[in-house]
């Protein structure tokens, strides 16, 4: 069969690509990160929408987010747009500018609207969003694969991923909440719509430098395949299968936690300063950790080692913090840094796990499809986030939360707990024991990959 790229580059990539692939997901995380940390108290505190609703909202839409990433995974796999650029890049351009559009209405809620009306607007934007996250999000993701198949090169994408993707949530932290502290109502509205003008216009930016500066270089044999054989292919696949429940998870610990965050510095810390405290501390400790010592760590232990390595420190890190006291913040910033090193550490090798899927299902079934591969993985992740943010929303509307209020009785800050901390813990927990399943070593992998070149060549 014809191929879409006749040569396979064996070269390293230049810090130039690698840095720009990790700017796409810094452009990603204006809309994820921003929805993981303030979508549900934006709600629940600025559009006056209950806790319960919000947290069957997120549930559902995400749900829905994550079956429409097998849609997205479908269309891009089949090459619906013109190939002169690669089956991935074009998406970046045809489909940012919708979602970062779409993600100034979902924090847009018209503040004259009844209950209903509200809770409407915010299901159909919502969902609109995620349409359009995947695919963007879909696409980008898939790109890795399709840059190179040296791991080693495969870890440099995906701590550049990690890097760039954190310093956006960095930088929402500190850009929203100063700027939104202290003021309520219309004029808190209008600040957010501003606020969220503005992303857009830096996300359309950094996606023209994603595509401007990567380039699909890896051998792709199957054009248009059928969905017989895309599902036989995904079906033969045990390490996505591994990876994918691995990773539901890790993203469900990962949702209650940013669900939960800002409740937790504002009722059981005292004041929401301490997000950005927390913010500072962990996340850049996270940040060097992760960065620094996670490509030297795979290359001595394996991606899955390391994976694991990081679930388990994460999990211990919130046991811990569920009994930590808070009437002095420091232990529970202790907690937190521990926990975002583990928890960065892994999902940098998470993606790197993933791009190492696609080799097996082509070893495994005969075809190599990056788009369906990477939604699917996609979508379990979406359905622990999912899982993971509405937790703490349940769980508040459990302990009868009454919002802006300047204090919460005991039942609502133990909640609170629960989701920061309990939640968490025991996810990660059940992330480390998973992987113990994952078929593919980093050895196992090149060989592999020899044996796909070898297919080729006959």
């Known amino acids: 069969m014809p191929s879409e790229s006749k040569t396979m580059s064996a070269e390293p990539l230049r810090w130039r690509s690698v840095i720009s692939y990790g700017l796409g997901d810094a452009a990603n995380n204006f809309v994820f990160s921003l929805g993981l940390m303030f979508l549900l108290p934006y709600y629940t505190d600025v559009a006056g929408i209950g806790a319960a609703a919000a947290g069957t909202l997120l549930m559902t839409v995400r749900v829905y987010d994550a079956v429409m990433d097998i849609t997205a995974g479908r269309v891009i796999d089949r090459g619906c747009l013109p190939a002169r650029h690669g089956r991935f890049r074009p998406w970046l351009l045809w489909a940012s500018a919708p979602l970062l559009l779409l993600n100034v209405a979902v924090f847009s809620v018209p503040s004259g609207w009844s209950a209903a009306g509200k809770l409407v607007y915010a299901y159909v934007t919502y969902a609109l969003l995620g349409t359009a996250y995947s695919f963007v999000n879909v696409p980008y993701g898939s790109l890795a694969a399709a840059m190179t198949q040296s791991p080693r090169q495969r870890s440099r994408l995906a701590a550049a991923r990690t890097l760039m993707s954190t310093a956006a949530a960095i930088f929402l932290a500190f850009a929203l909440v100063p700027a939104l502290r202290d003021i309520h109502g219309e004029a808190l509205q ?173 070893w495994r079934g005969g075809m190599r499809l990056e788009g369906l591969n990477y939604s699917l993985f996609s979508l379990t992740r979406k359905c622990g986030l999912a899982l993971g943010g509405s937790i703490p929303a349940f769980l508040l509307a459990g302990a009868a939360y009454a919002p802006n209020q300047a204090t919460q009785d005991a039942g609502v800050l133990t909640a609170i707990r629960e989701g920061v901390a309990l939640a968490p813990a025991i996810a990660f927990s059940a992330a480390f024991l998973v992987m113990f399943l994952y078929p593919l070593s980093d050895r196992r992998f090149l060989e592999l990959v020899r044996e796909i070149k070898t297919r080729r060549a006959k």
């Open 190 to 362: 209008n600040r957010l719509t501003l606020l969220t003008v503005a992303l857009a216009v830096a996300g359309m930016a950094l996606y023209a430098v994603c595509f401007s500066t990567t380039r699909e270089v890896v051998e792709r044999r199957t054009l248009h395949p059928s969905w017989r054989e895309s599902w036989a292919t995904l079906a033969s696949n045990r390490a996505l299968h591994v990876l994918c429940l691995a990773a539901l998870c890790a993203l469900t610990g990962a949702g209650s936690l940013s669900a939960s965050a800002m409740y937790f510095a504002r009722y059981l810390l005292g004041d929401a300063r301490h997000f950005l405290t927390f913010t500072l501390v962990g996340t850049p400790f996270g940040l060097l950790v992760s960065v620094s010592l996670g490509p030297a760590l795979v290359e001595r232990f394996g991606k899955r080692a390391v994976f694991q390595f990081g679930m388990a420190t994460a999990a211990t890190a919130h046991f811990l913090l569920f009994f930590a006291p808070t009437a002095h913040p420091a232990p529970a910033f202790a907690c937190l840094a521990i926990a975002s090193a583990g928890l960065m550490l892994a999902m940098a090798v998470m993606w790197a796990l993933q791009g190492d899927t696609v080799e097996y299902g082509e």
